[in-house]
Every structure is written in C-alpha cells, then in structure tokens.
Nanobody
C-alpha cells in the first residue's frame, strides 16, 4: 500500500528553521516525482518545491527559493524539506505529494499533477 506521512512541523520563531520529513511507504523513490505543497487558512494550496525522480533535479517556488531545500534519501524512503529563514507568511499546513515520473524533463510544482498525498503537517511561524 502506498502511503505518505509528513512529520516535523511545529511552532518556530521568525528567522528560525524547521526540517519536514515525508515517509514514503511502498514507494520506490526513484520512480516518482516528489513535491511539497502548503495551504494557509483561507488560501489556495500552493506549490513550494519539487524533486525529479531519477536524476533528482529540483525546482522551487519564488517564495521558497534560497531559503528552502528539498532532498530525498532513496535508501530510507524519505523526502525532506529543510526550511530556513522562516517568515510568518510561511505558516501553513505542508503536504508531501508523489506522482509516477512525469514526462517533462523538469519536475512540476502544480498540485493537479500529483495523485498521492500525505495528511499534512502544521508549520506555524510566530513570535
């Protein structure tokens, strides 16, 4: 059974860091594209970052570029999102998503492209 489970969320002060983890049960990571999305209260879900299956090239939303880093550990079946320099506007529920490798050369940060989703983990950035 294919399951995604996020963890690592919490309360952090502005400027702080958090590392989110996504445990991918039943997946072979190299065969899937992976992404992180987030949804703040009253807002639409937005893409944060993605990593391509196989070669592992990455993409970032403008809001995440330079502050967040996506990575994966094939041996541990884990996908990570390291978040530094957190801002109050980063407050949201963060979701991990997966999709069998898409035909595009680069990974896509668009939620309609992904069919496997975790339950989310809350990140709150506040003083």
């Amino acid at each position: 059974q294919l399951q995604l489970a996020e963890s690592g969320g919490g309360l952090v002060q502005p400027g702080g860091s958090l590392s989110l983890s996504c445990a991918a049960s039943g997946f072979i990571l190299d065969y899937y594209d992976w992404a992180w999305f987030r949804q703040a209260p009253g807002k639409e879900r937005e893409g944060v970052s993605c990593i391509k299956g196989g070669p592992g090239s990455t993409n970032y939303a403008d809001s995440a570029e330079g502050r967040f880093t996506i990575s994966r550990d094939n041996a541990r079946n884990m996908v990570y999102l390291q978040m530094n320099g957190l801002k109050p506007e980063d407050t949201a529920v963060y979701y991990c998503a997966a999709e069998p490798i898409l035909p595009q050369a680069a990974c896509i940060i668009r939620d309609s492209a992904y069919h496997y989703w975790g339950q989310g983990t809350q990140v709150t950035v506040s003083s």
